[in-house]
């Protein structure tokens, strides 16, 4: 049962930075869903390098609950995905489609860039080369 609290309250920290954050960018946001963006990447940059920096067998090995905190409960809550879906269905909506083709390509590249500059970045001080160590860990974060 302790599994699920760190992962609630990873989640609700994140969706409390969330929208901290999505306050600050409330003006650079009002044409194009940057904050959206922003924080997906930052979201996936973390997932990257906690993932590879915390792996188990580790030197920096946390545990288990610490892990899914982060990255199910955490990322989980930080990250827009649906916000993202939302905003693009909106731009698709209003017949803007470039900037709708833009928010597809600008979030998935530069979400994966940052996926793997984090792992990148924690591998350079742990030799762990991957990010998940379990299917919890890959598919519900």
Same mark, same amino acid.
């Given at each position: 049962?302790? +599994?699920?609290?760190?992962? *609630? @309250? ?6 409390? !930075? /969330?929208?901290?954050? $999505? &306050?600050?960018? !409330?003006? =650079?946001s +009002? #044409?194009?869903? %940057?904050? *959206?963006?922003?924080? #997906? ?7 990257g390098?906690?993932?590879?920096? +915390?792996?188990?067998?580790? /030197?920096?090995?946390?545990?288990? #609950?610490? /892990? ?5 409960? !955490?990322?989980?809550?930080?990250? +827009?995905? =649906?916000?993202f =879906?939302?905003q $693009?269905?909106?731009?698709? &909506? $209003?017949?803007? %489609?470039? /900037?709708? @083709?833009? #928010?597809?390509?600008? =979030?998935?590249? !530069?979400? @994966?860039?940052?996926v ?26």
């Open positions: 049962m302790s +599994t699920y609290l760190w992962i *609630t @309250l990873g989640s609700a920290l994140g969706g409390v !930075l /969330r929208y901290a954050l $999505t &306050r600050l960018t !409330l003006d =650079s +009002t #044409n194009f869903p %940057w904050g *959206t963006i922003l924080i #997906n990447v930052i979201g996936c940059f973390v997932m390098f906690f993932g590879t920096f +915390t792996f188990p067998g580790s /030197r920096f090995e946390v545990p288990e #609950n610490i /892990r899914l905190f982060v990255m199910v409960g !955490l990322c989980g809550g930080f990250t +827009t995905f =649906s916000s =879906s939302l $693009t269905f909106d731009l698709l &909506r $209003t017949g803007e %489609w470039s /900037r709708a @083709l833009a #928010n597809v390509v600008l =979030s998935v590249l !530069l979400c @994966l860039g940052a793997a500059l984090g792992h990148i970045v924690a591998h350079h001080s742990n030799a762990i080369f991957a990010v998940a160590s379990n299917q919890e860990e890959e598919y519900t974060g």
